[in-house]
């Protein structure tokens, strides 16, 4: 089993930059491609970012290309991702997820979850 759990969600302006973070705890995190997912209200969740289990690999979605970035640190059991010129197309509920597998965009493949931390960007 792994825990994850998400912070650092909150509301800010369009422009503005929130970092998140998921700590993971239980099995060895290192072992773990790592996922961001999000969901908007009356919409399915979607991927954000994603990073392989030592941060060699990462992939993005479309919408958040050079916007947001994905980092992890194995020592500290932590992903994170960085935030920035979000916009309010950006409001949703995000997840962090840990997949026993090589990196992927499918939520369906991802073995663990966390609860969810919501991020509302005003405009």
């Known amino acids: 089993q792994v825990q994850l759990v998400e912070f650092g969600g909150g509301l800010v302006q369009a422009g503005g930059s929130l970092t998140l973070s998921c700590a993971a705890s239980?099995?060895?995190?290192?072992?773990?491609?790592m996922g961001w997912f999000r969901q908007a209200p009356g919409k399915e969740r979607e991927f954000v970012a994603g990073?392989?289990?030592?941060?060699?690999?990462?992939h993005y979605a479309d919408p958040v290309k050079g916007r947001f970035s994905i980092s992890r640190d194995n020592a500290k059991n932590t992903t994170y991702l960085q935030m920035n010129s979000l916009k309010p197309e950006d409001t949703a509920v995000y997840y962090c997820a840990a997949v026993a597998d090589t990196l992927t965009t499918r939520a369906s493949e991802y073995d663990f979850w966390g609860q969810g931390t919501r991020v509302t960007v005003s405009s």
């Open positions: 990073i392989s289990w030592n941060g060699g690999r990462t």
């Open positions: 239980g099995r060895t995190f290192s072992s773990f491609a």
